[in-house]
């Protein structure tokens, strides 16, 4: 484990049982052995088709389900089965931001009902201590005049404000580190970029690092300082953000690099009837080989491990590297 990383996972695998025959139970692999670093003051944008494992591996993160196998290191303590009340205390470190604002948010409370909770529960601030930090949190997040919306309930307020809430919720316990599950992908495009601005100042202002999650390469190129790109459970390729947008190496992220709005990047990728990835446990060769235009039977019968190309920072698992 590196001594400079704040989150490390190691060969992280999460697998559910989706019936059988003969009572054997079948299971599938949405995470399948998955290894990343994220240091201090980090974000690292995962992003992939939907049914690519990108969620799985946050709820992991934040301990909303228990690995199968494989490690989380969290600031040196391994809380891979973390419970009771070392679990209580990682998760005042550890928070999550939701894909739904409104989904996110119980209709029937009030703002400051909703951020009261985590105080009190975390921080044990009563009274006027407790009321100030609600301010707080509204004026760090870009509610203002924080006295006005703090008595509002969740539909009295837009899209952009309910997910700034929903931040605010997060932030209410001092975390360190924010797993943001598609916070913008609800929103309207006109506000999206005032979202990951809010994101970025602050982990500026915090020192937070991120797990950014997102089916668009554009905003995990925009907001994240490395990349990591997922399909069928398993890493493509992972790298800074500029080189591998700049340079990418996998015939997966150059199929999302042609997809994403206002890119002057052409890819000749043909493409027949979109298939599921295989998900099965056992399964065998590479998860994109169904769909890549450079399949060989190495491909189909092999997965490939990570290779590093150009410099140590970046990291392709392909039989057939350009």
């Given at each position: 484990m590196s001594e400079q990383s704040l989150v490390d996972v190691q060969d992280l695998v999460v697998r559910f049982a989706v019936g059988g025959r003969g009572g054997k139970p079948r299971y599938i692999t949405p995470v399948d052995n998955v290894s990343f670093q994220i240091g201090q003051r980090e974000v690292l944008s995962v992003v992939g088709e939907s049914g690519s494992g990108k969620s799985t591996i946050g709820r992991a993160l934040i301990r909303a389900l228990t690995p199968s196998r494989g490690?989380?290191?969290?600031?040196?303590?391994?809380?891979?089965?973390?419970?009771?009340?070392?679990?209580?205390?990682?998760?005042?470190?550890?928070?999550?931001?939701?894909?739904?604002?409104?989904g996110s948010l119980n209709p029937v409370n009030t703002i400051e009902q909703h951020l009261k909770f985590?105080?009190?529960?975390?921080?044990?601030?009563t009274g006027s201590k407790l009321s100030d930090k609600v301010e707080e949190l509204l004026t760090v997040v870009g509610l203002t005049p924080a006295n006005e919306v703090r008595y509002k309930y969740p539909h009295e307020l837009s899209g952009g404000q309910r997910q700034r809430i929903?931040?605010?919720?997060?932030?209410?316990?001092?975390?360190?580190?924010?797993?943001?599950?598609?916070?913008?992908?609800?929103l309207d495009v006109s506000i999206r970029a005032d979202i990951l601005e809010l994101l970025n100042q602050l982990k500026e202002n915090f020192d937070l690092s991120y797990l950014y999650i997102t089916h668009d390469l554009a905003s995990a190129h925009y907001f994240g300082d490395r990349i990591m790109v997922l399909y069928g459970g398993r890493v493509m390729e992972i790298g800074e953000s500029d080189e591998l947008v700049r340079n990418p190496k996998h015939p997966y992220t150059h199929l999302l690099l042609a997809a994403t709005p206002g890119t002057s990047t052409r890819r000749n990728l043909r493409e027949t009837t979109i298939q599921a990835p295989n998900l099965f446990e056992g399964r065998k060769g590479c998860p994109?080989?169904?769909?890549?235009?450079k399949?060989?039977?190495?491909?189909?019968?092999?997965a490939p491990s990570l290779s590093t190309v150009d410099n140590d920072t970046h990291h392709v698992a392909c039989h057939h590297i350009d």
């Open positions: 490690k989380i290191h969290f600031n040196g303590t391994d809380v891979t089965k973390t419970k009771g009340r070392g679990l209580k205390a990682y998760r005042e470190d550890v928070q999550m931001i939701f894909q739904d604002p409104f985590p105080i009190r529960k975390h921080q044990h601030l929903a931040i605010a919720r997060a932030l209410a316990v001092n975390p360190k580190f924010l797993v943001a599950d598609e916070p913008i992908s609800m994109f080989a169904h769909r890549c235009p399949v060989t039977d190495v491909c189909r019968k092999t």
